[in-house]
């Protein structure tokens, strides 16, 4: 049956290939999160993980499958290789949720074939269609992807995908795993699948692309005008190496130049009807949750969500936006669901206000996450005389985004100037409830705390990020850091937002512990259970 759509999917993969991103890796509650904001933005499927690649993977599909996973929300995928037990473990996973996909791959391109799986193109066209077949025995939903599609021939890969359909896959993906094609060659590669692929009209073309050349929004709107209706994404484009194609740069190019790309979906060229079902005005605040969450920082001058996308900063801008707006903004900062950064709350708020505000702003915090946030709130307001919506989802996001609080910060102290040696005090309650006294000297006040911090805590690391960034302008602005540190090539994050950039210093190194000390013991764990 021939499936016809009249606007473009959005397949949100940051629960996904996005979590692949060195140090990005997050926690079941924080996935939840994130699938949360996913619903809300509007995402019409979210790829929540690969169940069978770990029991924690598995527990985060499973849960988001159940919490988002509603009749009206959006469609939960599953990846899984072409095997039959990945297949098995992601069907398992995705049970609850009301609409599921099985997203099942095998590479195509010659290199893969050689060296990764050795296999021959004869048994490549054997296993697809016996796997997507099996995929279909667990769910409607099943799409298939031939992983390397940019570098493998187009011969093979228009037979793989006929076999894949005729065997039930309804959505074929083309990937361009290591973003090697130019939006010119991208596009022409969509094309000839649809002018080769006998069934083709069977199922959508989607596209997911890498972004090592920095073509992957390029390749994926080449892509559209040549006949794909799905674009795999990720928030702020995270992922692995240089990431995916980033959503908010796909909608909102999509968005801001609908004239240009109706036509090409069969629509007069002046209709006004939006192009994807995302709710745009939901944009920054996935983007900010999505980085707090993540602590992958948005560069500045990051496209849409950058803290500089909507700044001008020469007198000649500012004069010409001064005049009408239209002088040098394509789009409207509030499309994305940009608030001006205005003055909503002081010390004298309760928690009513906070409370209503947080709602306004999208926060949905149970009454525990509440009531914490209210105290750093007023801890805050009596350091700085105006709170504004910046500061609030900074204290809230560094007040949600707890990894298991094994080793706690109960004292820093800092002494450092001019003429003497930066020296820290730092007291830390261990998992064993335990409290460790320590000093070190440093080559700066953060440098010492980080030493005395490693005297007590004594988990050997590399700091390979710590990065300082002000949420607002003015002295007494609230101060977001952001730690990234290495332990046998794995890395991970920390991230605080304090007054006092010492302290959120020492916070965020401690979580970025937390999560590394998290990591052993699960590690031990399954070494336990596989040595009994
Ligand atoms: O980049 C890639 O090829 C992938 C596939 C699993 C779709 O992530
Ligand atoms: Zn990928």
Known sequence: MAISQDRIIIFDTTLRDGEQSPGATLNVEEKLKVARALARLGVDVIEAGFPYASPGDFQAVQQVASAVGTEDGPTICGLARATQQ????????????????????????????????KKTRQEVLSIVPEMVAYAKSFVDDVEFSPEDAGRSDPEFLYQVLEAAIAAGATTVNIPDTVGYTTPSEFGALIKGIKDNVPNIDQAIISVHGHDDLGLAVANFLEAVKNGARQLECTINGIGERAGNAALEELVMALHVRRQYFNPFLGRPAESTEPLTNIDTKQIYKTSRLVSNLTGMMVQPNKAIVGANAFAHESGIHQDGVLKNKLTYEIMDAQSIGLTENQIVLGKLSGRNAFRTRLKELGFELSETELNKAFVRFKDVAD?????????IEAIVNDEIRQPPELFRLELVQVSCGDNSCPTATVTVRTPEGEELTDAAIGTGPVDAIYKAINRVVNIPNELIEFSVQSVTSGIDAIGEVTIRLRYENKVYSGHAANTDIIVASARAYLKALNRLYAGLQAAKATETVVNS
């Open 86 to 117: 990945d297949i098995k473990t992601a069907a398992e996973a995705l049970k609850p949720a009301a609409k599921k996909r099985i997203h099942t791959f095998l590479a195509t391109s010659d290199i893969h074939l050689q060296y990764k799986l």
């Open 383 to 391: 350091k700085k005389k105006e709170i504004t919506d910046w500061d």
